[in-house]
């Protein structure tokens, strides 16, 4: 089974933002959340590259109240620019899923950006 490692970078201060560079053969997924979402204890990230199967990974501790940060998505199994890749994440609060959103976009060269947010996308 192949494996996605996932590293947070969850920014909660005031004043941050998502806009940063991404690092080689990463994708680096901005996320903006909204009061819902924001209340999460943890968020869940599934992750579907090239049409294969989806990985379920463990929970990421959540500040709740935070309501803008990112997450990396390391690819130890190879990046494969040109690839699609499907990203949905679960905000959860005490055991319960309050909010999910999905995103799709296909893997640039060297590393890819994309951007999450709970405030205007339509959940699943």
């Given at each position: 089974m192949r494996r996605l490692a996932i590293c947070a970078i969850l920014l909660g201060a005031i004043g941050c933002d998502h806009d940063h560079a991404c690092r080689a053969q990463t994708l680096l997924l901005g996320l903006t959340l909204d009061a819902q979402a924001g209340a999460a204890?943890?968020?869940?990230?599934r992750v579907t590259v090239g049409g294969g199967p989806t990985i379920n990974n463990p929970p990421l501790a959540h500040a709740p109240g935070d309501r803008i940060g990112s997450i990396e998505i390391d690819f130890p199994r190879g990046y494969q620019a040109g690839a699609v890749i499907v990203i949905s994440v679960?905000?959860?609060a005490s055991g319960a899923v309050v909010a999910?959103?999905?995103v799709t976009t296909v893997l640039a060269d060297g590393c890819?950006?994309?951007q999450l947010d709970f405030t205007t996308d339509g959940g699943d």
């Open positions: 204890d943890s968020l869940v990230v679960d905000a959860v999910t959103r999905s890819s950006l994309a």
